[in-house]
């Protein structure tokens, strides 16, 4: 799968476009630490990726690099967020404000990164009366409405696996187009709506496999 530059005229691929973002947050830390000019060696180290998969990645956005001296850290952590959209203003919702609705309501990364929380909702009319984060938790049912006011477009779906579905169909019908989503469970979208799943289970899965083949070639 590809993906489209901001500019409209290149074709990203996804697997360099799940990487911006790590780039990015490599970036940041360079310059939390005063530097200002780093070698792809160095960024890639950063990020964790090899240099020659950084230097491939980076040609899809243009030529940000000078040979022999290397990435001014500021512009190109600019022209990164400029591509991934971190330099506008997005709004998004929360649809469960159970525990980890909480977390993530509760989390400081969203404003740095460009992603402003409208909306709390939950179905539970329990939590009518509650706030996270300084934000009022709103019913369900407002959520056509808090979409419409503040041009919704990103979603995030914290509920259990078997509201999941209602609640994208109900979030595509408000006229959100990316939906990311916490439920374990494949999700049922039109074309045009992009979802992104964050399944911790089966990441610790991963995890407990690697755990696995280490003890086994320690034998």
Request: charged share 20%; hydrophobic share 45%.
């Amino acid at each position: 799968m590809t993906a489209r530059s901001s500019d409209g005229n290149r074709d990203i691929p996804e697997a360099t476009v799940a990487r911006l973002p790590v780039y990015l947050r490599a970036l940041v830390a360079l310059t939390d630490q005063g530097i200002s000019v780093c070698s792809s060696e160095e960024l890639a180290t950063a990020a964790g990726v090899n240099s020659a998969k950084l230097r491939k990645d980076l040609s899809y956005l243009g030529s940000y690099g000078t040979r022999g001296v290397g990435y001014d850290v500021d512009y190109l952590r600019y022209q990164i967020a400029r591509e991934i959209g971190g330099t506008q203003d997005w709004p998004v919702v929360i649809v469960g404000i159970g525990n980890l609705g909480h977390a993530l309501a509760n989390f400081s990364g969203f404003r740095s990164r460009g992603f402003r929380v409208v909306g709390l909702l939950d179905a539970d009319p329990a939590m009518a009366e509650a706030s996270v984060a300084g934000i009022p938790v709103r019913p369900f049912a407002d959520l056509p409405a808090i979409a419409a006011e503040h041009g919704v477009a990103i979603g995030v779906i914290a509920v259990p696996a078997v509201a999941a579905q209602s609640v994208a169909d109900a979030m595509v019908d408000a006229g959100i187009s990316s939906i990311l989503n916490f439920a374990p469970i494949v999700l049922n979208v039109p074309e045009g709506v992009d979802v992104r799943k964050v399944d911790l289970s089966i990441e610790l899965q991963i995890l407990a496999y690697h755990e696995q083949r280490k003890a086994v070639q320690a034998l």
